[in-house]
């Protein structure tokens, strides 16, 4: 009956969020979706902040400026310059979510048949708007270090794929594999997008929730260190992960005619990002909170990691292969006996607990193997009692 534009004729939803009509399940463990733990959300913090905001009626329920709020991008361009990346405020456009940014980035830059590059595993989001923007997606593999930087110069050097516009990469505490891409590596890429003109679209939700190792500094804070790197590093970060989700704060740090442009696609979009958030969010980093709240939550992510990696040595042992992260909110994992982690999730189901089949985080080449697990919402209890349902569930498959 309807015509629709060919990239929606048959679109197909998040598999994540499929997996939500399942969290009403009583009992239901859930290591699925990438949800900040709600109990150690700031209410106390943001309370006393949106009090604030909320005395300058005109700032923040009028409509604001399309790239964000001057009080916001002052405070964001304070905390990239804690993150060791100084950042002017007008460098910055704040978007509804760093995925918007994304969004934004592809309608400026991608045109359908495009090449764009994306590291394999990857947050399917990314996958599902590639898509929807019609682009030839290439896939790069990673290993514990992160992105194959190697791989992707042999790719590249050897003239198999047409000249990227871009490449995706989650380089700190990666979703889904919790990686975090060497130093070398960082360097060696920010070379190979000088030598071949592609921009590094650098996602960064996670680069706060380090509990163990030492610090790396992010892309665009390497760049100034490879000549002629900096204009080809975009940079997304957000409030969701370290502060709170409904806030719906993201931003973007590139080059002034990225910047601008866009500005005006966001201004088809939502005109502007919704003020009186922003305002909250600006009253709460000027007044100090996130610096003195985000220990508690690395600190307790920190235990509750170390919770579920101690559990699925104890109770599968050989049965799963994975990789302890040093921060972020994700483990990922193999399934060692031949198993079918999509069959093995219907099992686990039964027996209220769940996860993320790997199948999710593919475009191709998939690991039917591969399962992401989440250990940021649940509580300490809750991990190790899921762990054991698992253990029930895979004698069963």
Sequence with gaps: MFTFNPAFEAPTGSPIRELFKYLAQPGMISFAGGYP????????????????????????????????????????????TRRGTPCAPQALLVTTGSQQGFDLLL??????????????????????????????????????????????????????????????????????????????????????????????????????LRFSGTA???????????PGSRDWVVHFSSLSKIVAPGLRVGWMVA??????????????????????????????????ALERHLPRIVDAYAVKCRTLCDAL??????????????GGMFVWAQLTGGENASD???????????FVPGVAFYKDNIDLAALRLSFAAPG?????????????ALALV
């Design 216 to 226: 790396l500094p992010s892309l665009l804070a390497l760049s100034d260190q490879v």
């Design 344 to 354: 093995t999730l219907r099992a686990c189901i039964e027996r209220n607990v769940m």
């Design 37 to 80: 733990a709600s109990d150690l959300f700031d209410r106390e913090g943001l309370d006393a902040a949106a009090a604030r905001a909320s005395q300058q009626s005109t700032l923040c329920l009028q409509y604001g400026p399309t790239d964000g709020l001057a009080v916001l991008k002052e405070q964001l361009a304070q905390l990239m």
């Design 107 to 208: 309608r400026v830059m991608v045109a359908p048949g495009d090449v764009v590059l994306v590291e394999q595993p990857a947050y399917p989001a990314t996958l599902q708007a590639l898509k929807l923007q019609q682009a030839d997606v290439v896939t790069v593999p990673v290993d514990q270090n992160g992105l194959d930087v190697a791989a992707l110069a042999a790719l590249l050097e050897a003239g198999l794929v047409r000249p990227p516009k871009l490449l995706y990469t989650v380089p700190t505490f990666a979703n889904p594999t919790g990686a975090t891409l060497s130093l070398e590596r960082r360097m060696a890429l920010l070379k190979l997008a000088a030598r071949h003109h592609f921009l590094i679209v650098e996602d960064d939700p996670y680069g706060d």
């Design 313 to 326: 040595d104890e109770h599968l042992g050989d049965a799963i292969a994975f990789h302890r992260p040093a």
């Design 380 to 392: 300490v209890a809750e991990i190790e009692t899921g762990v054991q349902r698992m253990k029930q």
């Design 255 to 288: 080059h002034a005619e990225i910047l601008r442009r866009c500005v005006v696609a966001k201004q088809t979009v939502d005109l502007c990002s919704s003020p009186w958030t922003q305002a909250i969010a600006a009253e709460y980093l000027a007044s100090g």
